[in-house]
């Protein structure tokens, strides 16, 4: 069944009202949806609609809810990643595939050795894409909600922000690191925050400003993974062990 996101304001008594244009065109001129047609809606408060057209028009669709359901699986501990940005496009991919394995927030970092520059002035521009790509692997994988995607975030900024977190991991490469093992053994956090380094590693002073505000340095084993498999390593570990 085809699947769509609407924001909760959007919902209005027994209706939902569609006004973007990119799902107003995919709706009328793609799937050349009639009115009659079903459909599910899913928005940002974590609810599951069944609908069904009512009408179409070039500024809106309405459908009438047949069924609606509060999710029940939504996952207590909330996950954020924080990736350096690695080169060429993947941390497109990188948002993607986060976004399928439901992690709930993704920020891309800049540190000291990180190779690719955005000009702030795109730096919008580049969000809104962001936006885009985990909207839509959401829709794909059938979530019901959408990550967070931060802007462009500088490591040390980062840091000074991760307060909120009951646990707080930076896996690298040297000196002395737990295993993720040992800490899930010890700890039931409600919010984790893994931030993932760029090819070279974090600096020395980048591991001592974490391990200062509350870090844990962590190791994946003998084997030293890629930014993008890192990613997807460590967030992996951390649905299998909070879900």
Not at 47 to 71: C, G, M, P, T
């Amino acid at each position: 069944m085809n699947r769509f996101y609407c924001k909760f304001f959007q919902v209005q008594g027994n209706k939902i009202i569609i006004l973007d244009p990119e799902q107003l065109h995919h709706l009328k001129d793609v799937l050349r949806f009639k009115a009659g047609n079903k459909a599910a809606i899913f928005d940002d408060k974590g609810n599951d609609y069944s609908v069904k057209l009512v009408d179409i028009s070039e500024k809106q669709a309405e459908f009438l809810i047949l069924k609606k359901e509060s999710s029940l699986n939504i996952r207590k501990t909330k996950i954020a990643i924080a990736c350096a940005i690695p080169k060429k496009s993947k941390i497109d991919d990188i948002i993607d595939k986060l976004t399928q394995l439901g992690v709930d927030r993704i920020i891309p970092l800049t540190t000291e050795r990180v190779i690719v520059k955005i000009d702030p002035a795109k730096g919008l521009q580049r969000l809104k894409r962001w936006e885009k790509i985990a909207l839509s692997a959401s829709k794909q994988s059938q979530r019901n909600n959408v990550p967070i995607v931060d802007p462009v975030t500088d490591f040390s900024q980062l840091i000074r922000q991760s307060q909120e977190f009951d646990l707080k991991l930076i896996p690298n490469l040297e000196g002395s690191r737990k295993t993720l093992k040992e800490i899930f053994a010890k700890t039931n956090p409600k919010s984790v925050l893994a931030i993932i380094g760029p090819e070279g590693d974090f600096t020395v002073k980048e591991i001592a400003e974490a391990i200062h505000a509350g870090f844990i340095p962590v190791t994946f084993g003998n084997q030293v993974l890629r930014v993008e498999t890192a990613c997807l390593y460590i967030a992996s570990i951390l649905n299998h062990e909070l879900t």
